[in-house]
T-cell receptor, first 111, second 112 residues
């Protein structure tokens, strides 16, 4: 059974700090990995995608993927109160566009 | 570029009533998805369309849920009859040749 595990949080970090969000997945055939941000009462918004092992940086966001360990993470540098949201980890398998989502980690950035 | 459109945004119904949701994907996106998101959970895929054909509906409760995408663009998701446990946000998403999916604003359904 395909599973995505995330710490539900809440994860609290002070403004300006680095927030580290982690995700593990069970399907070794997973090919593509995504991080979505979901504000309360809103729909998920795609913020990062990563397809190969290593790091991918986009502004204050860095996604890290380790397929051997079945682990993907998201680092948010210089965290801002506007980053306070639930972050959903998702992946798709080989030959499929379907996404399997984790339950999400709630992040609170304290001013 | 216009995003995914959904309507209505909110719906309140009594149990055993029927309800329908509408989705218009991003222009040119051949793949359309319907998800159910229960409070505190991640989205769960209900059905995936490629153009007007069903790719996967294995998690759609077919005794009460149905969906169609007749002309390969707009889609409707119907629940008949609704149960209390159907209270959730119903999200539509679309993609074009990749797994990168873009979500609409969702429809929040409350079943009383």
């Amino acid at each position: 059974q395909k599973e995505v595990e995330q710490n539900s949080g809440p994860l609290s970090v002070p403004e300006g700090a680095i927030a580290s969000l982690n995700c593990t997945y069970s399907d070794r055939g997973s090919q593509s990995f995504f991080w979505y941000r979901q504000y309360s009462g809103k729909s998920p918004e795609l913020i990062m995608s990563i397809y190969s092992n290593g790091d991918k940086e986009d502004g204050r966001f860095t996604a890290q993927l380790n397929k051997a360990s079945q682990y993907v993470s998201l680092l948010i540098r210089d965290s801002q109160p506007s980053d306070s949201a639930t972050y959903l980890c998702a992946y798709s398998g080989a030959g499929s566009y379907q996404l399997t989502f984790g339950k999400g980690t709630k992040l609170s950035v304290i001013p | 570029e216009a995003g995914v459109a959904q309507s209505p945004r909110y719906k309140i119904i009594e149990k055993r009533q029927s309800v329908a949701f509408w989705c218009n994907p991003i222009s040119g996106h051949a793949t359309l998805y319907w998800y159910q998101q229960i409070l505190g959970q991640g989205p769960k895929l209900l059905i995936q369309f490629q153009n007007n054909g069903v790719v996967d509906d294995s998690q759609l409760p077919k005794d009460r849920f149905s969906a169609e995408r007749l002309k390969g663009v707009d889609s409707t998701l119907k629940i008949q009859p609704a149960k209390l446990e159907d209270s959730a946000v119903y999200l539509c998403a679309s993609s074009h040749g990749t797994s990168e999916q873009f979500f609409g604003p969702g429809t929040r359904l409350t079943v009383l």
